[in-house]
């Protein structure tokens, strides 16, 4: 069986430690060169995305890729640099913009700008539109619908006893404390202990139920077979699902979060011009279709919607109706107060 590498799957340790030397060496090689450093996830653009844009401007992008957005965070704002243009969750962009770490699209760069949906302008998370939206999703149920009778339908059949050890969630802590919160009616603006306290209480009797925690190999261990459900980000689902049919996937019907991923200039960036260039060219409608229409991400950009391939466009799993968009929801702004009490209630739940 092929190994499945989706957006948030790639081997952590094979990415940031051995490619920095070499791409830091590469910038001050290139500063000469016309080149745009880019860092995205794996496997989360178009396999000819990049080189078309090469071809037609001459300009390099030497690609490089993380595995987890957090660990992503904690690299940069410890002095990673090099990079021109990052790929960055709609959460993370206020703590990137209070650490100066990025730096916002000149006004009227962008020809292309105005293709986005009018839904994806100006949102809660970048009201001043430092960062330009590439590409959506949301966090539901994976599973495979020759090893269960019944498709689940609830958050509370990831807490079914009758599939024990047969459960995958996602090493995420934004995604398991939100459900949680979600399940026991808690506002994600909470500071109280008590809530906290509920919600740990919630994970850790999950846990006996749980084989693993995964946000890398969990589509590989549904395919063989060896779980039964998982929490999952919808592409990387329905990525898995071109070659193996018989994975399917649930928004639970008590609703769930749906996340936009952006693209970020970086401060200082020694490209810009040409960074600007390729953030333009990848608003194109053709371009954002191809890359829609290869990772099954929705696109934010609505000019690109006549090119998407029209089976994913019809299907609610990804292009969810106006009915479902009414279920979703972003994840809350945390403040630093606020994601101090998230991670402290992961990590309490991750060593019970």
């Known amino acids: 069986m092929p190994e499945t590498v989706s957006r948030r799957s790639f081997l952590k340790a094979a990415v940031l430690a051995p490619l920095m030397p070499a791409l830091l060496a590469a910038c001050r090689r290139a500063d000469d060169k016309r080149v745009v450093n880019f860092f995205n996830w794996s496997n989360y653009i178009g396999k000819d995305t990049l080189p078309d844009f090469s071809k037609r401007t001459g300009v390099e992008v030497r690609y490089d890729l993380f595995a987890d ?87 509370w059949d990831l807490w079914d006893p009758q599939y024990k050890d047969r459960v995958s969630m996602l090493d995420n802590v934004r995604d398991c404390i939100s459900v949680a919160m979600q399940l026991l009616g808690i506002p994600q603006t909470t500071r109280d ?44 689902l329905f990525q898995t699902a071109r070659e193996n049919p018989d994975l399917d996937y649930v928004i639970p019907k008590e609703g769930t979060y749906m996340w936009v991923d952006c693209l970020a200039m ?26 829609a229409n290869s990772v099954r991400y929705a696109t934010p950009n609505l000019a690109a919607q006549k090119e998407v391939d029209k089976v994913l466009l019809k299907d609610p799993r990804v292009y969810p109706t106006p009915a479902l968009m009414k279920q979703l929801q972003l994840h809350h702004v945390l403040d630093s107060e606020q994601s101090e009490l998230w991670s402290q209630t992961w990590a309490d739940v991750k060593v019970a």
């Open 266 to 291: 970086m401060r200082g960036a020694r490209h810009r011009e040409d960074t600007l260039r390729l953030i333009d060219y990848l608003l194109e409608p053709a371009v954002a279709a191809g890359i």
């Open 69 to 155: 957005e957090d660990e992503m965070f904690t690299k940069l704002r410890a002095g990673a640099r090099g990079y021109d243009l990052i790929v960055v969750g709609d959460y993370l962009i206020p703590r990137f913009k209070s650490m100066n770490l990025i730096e916002p699209v000149p006004a009227g760069t962008l020809k292309n700008l105005g293709n986005l949906a009018p839904r994806f302008r100006r949102p809660v998370y970048d009201p001043d539109e430092t960062t330009v939206p590439y590409l959506w999703g949301t966090t539901g149920i994976a599973y495979n619908k020759k090893k269960i009778r019944k498709a689940p339908t609830s958050w």
């Open 193 to 236: 202990p008590e809530d906290f306290r509920k919600i740990r209480e919630l994970l850790v009797k999950q846990k006996p139920l749980v084989k693993q925690y995964s946000s890398a190999s969990y589509l590989n261990s549904l395919v063989a077979g060896e779980i039964d459900l998982a929490m999952t980000w919808s592409g990387d």
